[in-house]
């Protein structure tokens, strides 16, 4: 959930030279509902040939929906399509049936490559779609910007109390109401500490009114969407992903490249992220287990210093060079993966 329109203007985040177009300014809502009826209802080989009117070399779908459906009818027979996958397949085709599948695999038997975020994702994918050769391209984060982003100034001030912050989209995925009961559980023990809870969503009035309700407002305080969260992470000491399940956690890489350890829930990503030497702060994935884990990490604050500097070589692994060296590698490749 980006908190300004300056975040959707492409052409500033790219060098010169490289043009960028939109199918529809989603800003405008009217123009966006009406894009979207029109796309139901109309072919997508004479949408494509109506919208796009050059000829490509490569063509990358590389979100789930739209842009996956929308490439395959390429009319350029010629240019090497790829489809990038962000999401745990599991719960996007587990309960489906098989003329629903069916349907999926025409759809990818059209690329020459799809592309998992995480190793996760790929097999979990492979798992219902076997049409179309797969490849793993972790996600990668810039190291050295976000790192500079950190020293901004906060606005929040740090804290003696211990401090967990997280950092993601406020909607039921991300498992925010057990954070918010495990807290209040700690709280009744007698416990001291803050959770930040930075981002937006369809959640925040019901969480906001959790906390309300539970008495935490100034124990678990939600900052909404911000531009830079990263100055934030100065002023905490743990990271905490309480996701049911995650395709890859990139806010936790995130965390881990400025030092900051992150404890998280177990879903099947959990431990190709944080690696073995932080696999100690992986906790079962229910509110037991969450609350288990916060109550163990401020009764043991030792344990924190011990994976600051693991966290930190963890994270680096994750190094946005890596993953543009594997994209260029695909990319350029002369045959077909």
């Not at 599948?101 to 994702?121: A, I, M, N, P, Q």
């Not at 810039?142 to 001030?157: A, H, W």
């Not at 992903?241 to 395709?247: A, F, I, P, Q, R």
């Not at 030792?302 to 966290?311: D, G, L, P, Y």
């Amino acid at each position: 959930v980006y908190p300004s329109t300056m975040t959707y203007d492409l052409s500033a985040l790219v060098k010169k030279g490289i043009h960028v177009k939109t199918l529809i300014d989603n800003r405008n809502k009217l123009k966006y509902n009406l894009f979207n009826h029109a796309y139901a209802h109309t072919d997508r080989g004479g949408l494509y040939r109506k919208l796009i009117k050059d000829t490509y070399d490569i063509e990358v779908a590389f979100y789930e929906g739209m842009p996956t459906e929308f490439v395959p009818y390429s009319v350029n027979t010629k240019s090497k399509k790829i489809a990038w996958l962000h999401t745990d397949n599991n719960r996007l085709y587990r309960e489906k049936s098989y003329n629903y599948l069916d349907s999926v695999r025409k759809v990818y038997s059209r690329f020459d490559c799809v592309v998992g975020v995480s190793e996760h994702v790929t097999q979990s994918f492979m798992k219902y779609i076997d049409t179309v050769p797969c490849v793993t391209i972790r996600n990668g984060i810039d190291i050295l910007k976000i790192r500079e982003n950190v020293k901004e100034e906060c606005d929040v001030q740090k804290s003696e109390l211990m401090t967990f912050i997280t950092v993601g989209r406020l909607v039921p995925v991300k498992g925010y109401d057990r954070l918010i009961h495990a807290a209040q559980r700690l709280i009744s023990d007698g416990y001291r500490f803050r959770v930040l809870m930075i981002g937006d969503g369809g959640e925040k009035q019901k969480l906001q009114s959790m906390i309300a309700s539970s008495n935490l407002g100034e124990k678990v305080i939600i900052l909404g969407a911000q531009e830079n969260p990263f100055k934030y992470f100065k002023v905490s000491d743990v990271f905490v992903c309480t996701s049911h399940s995650e395709g890859f956690g990139l806010a936790m890489i995130e965390a881990m490249a400025c030092g900051l350890p992150v404890m998280t829930a177990d879903f099947e990503v959990a431990r190709e992220i944080i690696g073995d030497d932080n696999s100690d702060l992986i906790c079962k994935n229910d509110e037991d287990g969450i609350y288990m884990m916060m109550k163990n990490i401020l009764d043991n604050p030792a344990i924190i210093s011990k994976h600051r500097e693991t966290a930190r070589r963890q994270g680096e692994l994750f190094d946005i060079s890596e993953q543009v060296r594997c994209i260029q590698q695909l990319f350029l490749e002369d045959s077909r993966v």
